[in-house]
């Protein structure tokens, strides 16, 4: 019955958040806004090493601690945030959304790939794993962090981009269910 339910309950939790929250003119909206208020990384590489190596950590360890001690530093104070399941606008926001994962997840962590730095953004690559609860298996997931920066060296725009239908892949219940339906196609 466990076998059944968690793949059920799980499918629920990511069919709920995964109902965009944001329309594509929005996204388009805050990556124009931030063109007008981030800086060249050409010219200001080193202004935001600082922050680039404290988001590794934070994403790396990603405990409930570090987000609470940590978001402010990372974040100016109208930072957009978009995960591919919500957009957000705040760091005080922004932190509150970190810190609820932590109901929803035992634990989660980031294996950071590398990091590019272009003309105005610096991209973040990395493997998501997640441990949910009530999962026996932790579900991974490839993707990538695109980060603009302010005059202060925060983070002004943080778009992730991953597909969330690779971890529902992962379970068994949803595989059998997609397969069924390819098969009959």
Sequence with gaps: MK?????????????????????????????KESEVNSISLIDNKEAV???????????????????????????????????????????SKIKRYFLNTFIKLKKAKFNILDVV?????????????????GGNKPLKNLGMSQLRFNTEGKIIYHQDHWDYSEILQQMPLIRHLMNAMKDNT
């Design 3 to 31: 076998a059944i339910l968690f793949p059920l309950f799980t499918l629920f939790l990511f069919l709920e958040t995964s109902l965009a929250s944001y329309t594509h003119q929005d996204l388009m909206k805050s990556l």
């Design 49 to 91: 090493r600082d922050t680039v190596n404290l988001f590794l950590k934070v994403f790396k360890v990603y405990s409930k601690e570090l987000f609470k001690l940590e978001t402010e530093n990372l974040y100016a104070k109208d930072a957009f945030l978009n995960d591919r399941i919500q957009s957000i606008k705040g760091a």
């Design 117 to 133: 730095y272009g003309d105005r953004d610096a991209y973040v690559r990395w493997e998501m794993v997640l441990y949910t609860k």
